[in-house]
């Protein structure tokens, strides 16, 4: 006779409050374990990087160091989900598993499909609560933002927990880091990882940083003290976004930053209203939102496409973006805008050429924000304006002291700040005590940024019966009526 067990199923929601997974495990009242999984063949998805790896392991780590006193712990294994479930529901009686539901990629609905299938086999209950006023097999946005709204005025879980006396066994799946040296490190450019920096980050901004929220937002530099910075905290459940909401909303600068704060708000409301349209359509992680934009037609150049990759395409502010992504994995919204625009606009490359790019570099990827965003950015959702960002304009009213560009792109630090935005017009008594690499002199496409094939066909397809068909669906769909 196997022993009863009950599992929470850690994935996005790695806190030990506000959790209801969590709290039910304990109202159950039976032995439960905590486990999270390194599954293969999510970790092999074009969308996963080391780095999303390294920031789990620290917040599981943290998480363990807080589980400790009620002898718990999160139990990492390394396998595939339905490998993992097949073998527990061999070796012990699982009566409960719980979890959060998962708005991801398609491979994720594939892996929970198997899940519950086994669970299903072997009679063990799969209970998975709704994630953040995500509303699962939702048909339209009838009543959404009230529902985001009383979910966001709830009440916080207070998860408390029992002491556990539960051993369990070991497995062939068992995790051990020695064998993953790569996670072990964690880059001290990157965001720390765990749920109390989380809390130190938010109480950070309501105390001091939020008051220039507004300001400073499309700024590259002073938006990184004064923007948020939740981001990464949020993709992972570090904290949820109801802890975030009341946090803001109780603080007693509210009243005095109203505005920076009730801007900063409506950013979280978004969040859950991105991630909503990728959990009713996931298809947009491979074809365009609006269905009529797959008769885009792009040049697709290999050396353009392999220079924005690397920060080396000769536009200051576009190479600087990018090298500071892949330095520390954060960046602001306007330049992610920007670097999207510039790689489908100017540079003329179909978005799913760089879509997995950014999303490995984001340490804060989240599939539901990042698709739909990046789509957005490119022109090719057919219901939101195209916006084309002139990324010399960017970088000239944005970073004006150039605090930004010097910071990231040291071969130009010798530049004066008046020029350092056009190097190309740099004359050569400009630079006759001065070196500048070749890319800076000529860029690789020409400065001028004029008005690309690409621009006048996103904007022709307008009038497109498909597209314009398919912006009404979905219309219907994300957007609630008047
Ligand atoms: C191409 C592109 C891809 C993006 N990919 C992601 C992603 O993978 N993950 C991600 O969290 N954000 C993404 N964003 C949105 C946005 O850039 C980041 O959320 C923001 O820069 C994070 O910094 P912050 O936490 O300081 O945000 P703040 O400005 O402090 O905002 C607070 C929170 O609101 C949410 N938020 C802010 N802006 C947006 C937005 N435009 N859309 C939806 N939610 C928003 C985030 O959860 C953020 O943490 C993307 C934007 C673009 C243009």
């Known amino acids: 006779m196997h022993e009863n067990l009950n599992i929470v ?20 009242g039976e032995n439960y374990i905590i486990v999270y999984l ?8 074009p969308d996963y990087s080391l780095r999303h790896q390294q920031f789990i392991y620290h917040s599981v780590k943290a998480l363990n160091k807080t589980l400790k006193i009620h002898n718990r712990e999160v139990h990492i294994f390394h396998t595939n989900a ?20 998962e708005s991801g990629t398609n491979n994720s609905w594939i892996r929970d499909k198997k899940v519950a299938k086994i669970l299903k086999d072997k009679k063990a209950k799969w209970i998975e609560f709704e994630n953040q006023a995500v509303i699962r097999g939702s048909k339209n946005r009838k009543g959404w933002d009230k529902y985001w709204f009383t979910y966001a005025n709830s009440t916080i879980i207070r998860n408390v927990y029992s002491f556990n006396n539960f051993k369990l066994l070991k497995s062939p799946f068992d995790f051990y880091i020695n064998d993953f040296p790569f996670i072990k490190k964690y880059p001290l450019e990157f965001q720390p990882a765990g749920e109390q920096f989380a809390h130190k ?74 991630i909503q349209k990728f959990e009713v ?25 392999s220079k924005w990759l690397k920060g080396q395409t000769g536009f200051p502010m576009v ?48 599939p539901g924000i990042h698709f739909t965003q990046f789509q957005m950015q490119a022109g090719v959702t057919g219901i939101n304006s195209i916006r084309v960002y ?10 004006p002291d150039a605090m930004f560009l010097k910071k990231w792109i040291p071969e130009l630090s010798s530049i004066d700040n008046a020029l350092i935005h056009e190097p190309w017009k740099l004359t050569e008594i400009d630079l006759i005590d001065k070196i ?47």
């Not at 390194?38 to 998805?45: G, I, V, W």
């Not at 527990?88 to 539901?101: A, E, F, G, P, R």
């Not at 359509?281 to 496409?305: A, P, R, V, W």
């Not at 009038?463 to 609630?480: A, C, D, G, M, P």
Request: proline share 2%; charged share 30%.
């Open 38 to 45: 390194f599954e293969p063949l999510q970790m092999k998805h």
């Open 436 to 482: 500048i690499p070749e890319i800076y002199k000529q860029p690789i496409i020409s400065a001028k940024l004029a008005r690309t094939e690409v621009i006048k066909k996103l904007w022709d397809l307008r009038k497109n019966e498909l597209v314009k068909k398919e912006s009404k669906r979905l219309l219907s769909i994300h957007v609630r009526s008047k």
């Open 390 to 399: 002139n990324p010399v304009k960017q970088s000239i009213d944005k970073d």
């Open 319 to 366: 190479d600087a973006s990018m090298r500071c992504l892949i330095n520390n994995g954060w960046l602001n919204f306007r330049m992610r805008a920007m670097l999207v625009s510039f790689l489908c606009h100017h540079l003329e490359q179909d978005w799913k050429r760089g879509v997995y790019h950014l999303a490995k570099l984001f340490l804060d990827y989240e």
């Open 82 to 101: 339905d490998t993992f479930f097949e073998y527990l529901t061999t070796t012990y009686n699982i009566k409960n598993v719980l979890s959060y539901q």
């Open 201 to 274: 980050y938010l109480n950070s901004f309501v105390k001091d940083r939020g008051k220039d929220y507004n300001r400073n937002i499309s700024q590259p530099e002073k938006s990184r003290y004064s923007c948020g910075r939740l981001s990464t905290y949020l993709a992972w459940g570090n904290i949820s976004v109801r802890q975030v909401f009341q946090t803001v909303k109780k603080s007693s600068n509210y009243k005095i930053h109203k505005r920076a704060f009730d801007s900063f708000l409506s950013r979280i409301k978004w969040r859950s209203h991105f």
């Open 281 to 305: 359509e996931c298809s947009y992680e491979h074809t365009c939102i609006n269905l009529g934009y797959e008769q885009m037609k792009y040049t697709n150049n290999d050396i353009f496409l």
């Open 9 to 28: 199923w850690l994935k996005r929601d790695l806190r030990t409050f506000d959790h209801d997974p969590l709290f039910e495990a304990e109202q159950l």
